[in-house]
């Protein structure tokens, strides 16, 4: 399968340090086929566009070139739009990214490989965790940063804009987009996947599509992981709400979330007595239920109005 274009987009703010490592990442992508034109293009979304500095001192040696532009709405959605707007209606595909990820040497040609090989709408790829301080054992013994796995090939049924290739078909053919309504919850890729799911669309997995994500000392902590569960609750009933699921899907997502709370929450107290990572995977469970439920009393987590990393 031929493809037109090749365009590697990353949405940024206020992570100069990470972005510099993921477009150094990004330079150093090897090939064993000969790509198709690769363009990177960089987001920043920050209205004052500090990023354009950095830009234009890596810009001389390059190897590709580089669409830097400034959005100045605030929001991940928003940012994401933008990036695929700087496509410009071309053909061909789009990978994605996080400004505080790197990517292996072999990550776009595992991706292009699997996409030529299947002609999928999406192919996604592991994200590696890597720790800017040593974390604490019990971090290690829940594996609560160990990446997600699936077969070789196989089937995924979630979207992660932390790694993954898009068919640009899915935003002209399709015509979907990264859902505004979501501006700082997070989840607009999972939105975004529910949808391509919705439309026919397949999403696959490579194994060896490998990026590693930089964890900050901010996010090794109880708090910070039980509260991400109950953001992914949370965003994950609003996403399946907003990609029109059915009146006995949403009742058997509450009934799952109140499962969740009155299960953790057992878990939680059998848990006291036991080490730290018991006690988190517990109180994690029932903060996803709980997060499943504020979603359909109205409420949303905004977890993406906070910087993490830099």
Same mark, same amino acid.
Request: net charge positive; glycine share 10%; aromatic share 10%.
């Given at each position: 399968?031929?493809?037109?274009?090749?365009?590697?987009?990353?949405?940024?703010?206020?992570?100069?340090?990470?972005?510099?490592?993921?477009?150094?990442?990004?330079?150093?992508?090897?090939?064993?086929?000969?790509?198709?034109?690769?363009?990177?293009?960089?987001?920043?979304?920050?209205?004052?566009?500090?990023?354009?500095?950095?830009?234009?001192?890596?810009?001389?040696?390059?190897?590709?070139?580089?669409?830097?532009?400034?959005?100045?709405?605030?929001?991940?959605?928003?940012?994401?739009?933008?990036?695929?707007?700087?496509?410009? @209606?071309?053909?061909?595909?789009?990978? #994605?990214? *996080?400004?505080?990820?790197? $990517?292996?040497?072999?990550? %776009?040609?595992? /991706?292009?490989?699997?996409?030529?090989?299947?002609?999928?709408?999406?192919?996604?790829?592991?994200?590696?965790?890597?720790?800017?301080?040593?974390?604490?054992?019990?971090?290690?013994?829940? @594996?609560?940063?160990?990446?997600?796995? #699936?077969? *070789?090939?196989?089937?995924? $049924?979630?979207?992660?804009? %932390?790694?993954? /290739?898009?068919?640009?078909?899915?935003?002209?053919?399709?015509?979907?987009?990264?859902?505004?309504?979501?501006?700082?919850?997070?989840?607009?890729?999972?939105?975004?996947?529910?949808?391509?799911?919705?439309?026919?669309?397949?999403?696959?997995?490579?194994?060896?599509?490998?990026?590693?994500?930089?964890?900050?000392?901010?996010?090794?902590?109880?708090?910070?992981?039980?509260?991400?569960?109950?953001?992914?609750?949370?965003?994950?009933?609003?996403?399946?709400?907003?990609?029109?699921?059915?009146?006995?899907?949403?009742?058997?997502?509450?009934?799952?979330?109140?499962?969740?709370?009155?299960?953790?929450?057992?878990?939680?107290?059998?848990?006291?007595?036991?080490?730290?990572?018991?006690?988190?995977?517990?109180?994690?469970?029932?903060?996803?239920?709980?997060?499943?439920?504020?979603?359909?009393?109205?409420?949303?987590?905004?977890?993406?109005?906070?910087?993490?990393?830099?």
């Amino acid at each position: 399968m031929s493809i037109d274009n090749l365009f590697i987009g990353l949405i940024t703010f206020r992570r100069p340090k990470g972005l510099r490592r993921a477009l150094e990442g990004i330079a150093g992508l090897t090939f064993e086929t000969t790509p198709p034109p690769i363009t990177v293009i960089v987001v920043d979304n920050d209205r004052e566009g500090p990023m354009a500095g950095l830009i234009e001192e890596m810009r001389p040696s390059f190897p590709f070139p580089i669409t830097y532009a400034v959005h100045p709405e605030s929001g991940i959605p928003f940012a994401r739009n933008r990036v695929v707007a700087e496509t410009k @209606g071309a053909d061909g595909v789009i990978l #994605f990214i *996080d400004d505080d990820e790197y $990517p292996e040497p072999e990550w %776009a040609d595992q /991706l292009l490989a699997k996409y030529r090989a299947t002609g999928a709408e999406a192919i996604l790829g592991p994200v590696i965790s890597e720790f800017e301080t040593t974390p604490p054992q019990w971090v290690s013994e829940g @594996g609560f940063f160990v990446a997600q796995d #699936f077969a *070789d090939g196989g089937a995924v $049924p979630f979207g992660n804009t %932390a790694n993954i /290739l898009i068919d640009l078909k899915v935003f002209k053919a399709f015509g979907l987009q990264f859902d505004p309504r979501m501006r700082y919850t997070g989840g607009t890729d999972t939105l975004l996947g529910m949808m391509i799911h919705k439309k026919g669309g397949r999403m696959l997995w490579a194994s060896r599509a490998r990026v590693r994500e930089i964890v900050p000392a901010s996010r090794v902590s109880s708090k910070w992981l039980i509260s991400r569960k109950f953001r992914e609750g949370n965003t994950y009933v609003l996403s399946e709400k907003l990609s029109g699921c059915t009146a006995s899907r949403q009742i058997a997502l509450f009934l799952s979330g109140i499962a969740r709370v009155g299960g953790g929450a057992v878990l939680s107290v059998a848990a006291l007595p036991f080490g730290t990572a018991t006690r988190v995977k517990a109180f994690s469970r029932a903060a996803r239920g709980l997060g499943m439920l504020n979603a359909f009393a109205g409420r949303r987590y905004n977890e993406y109005t906070t910087i993490h990393g830099s």
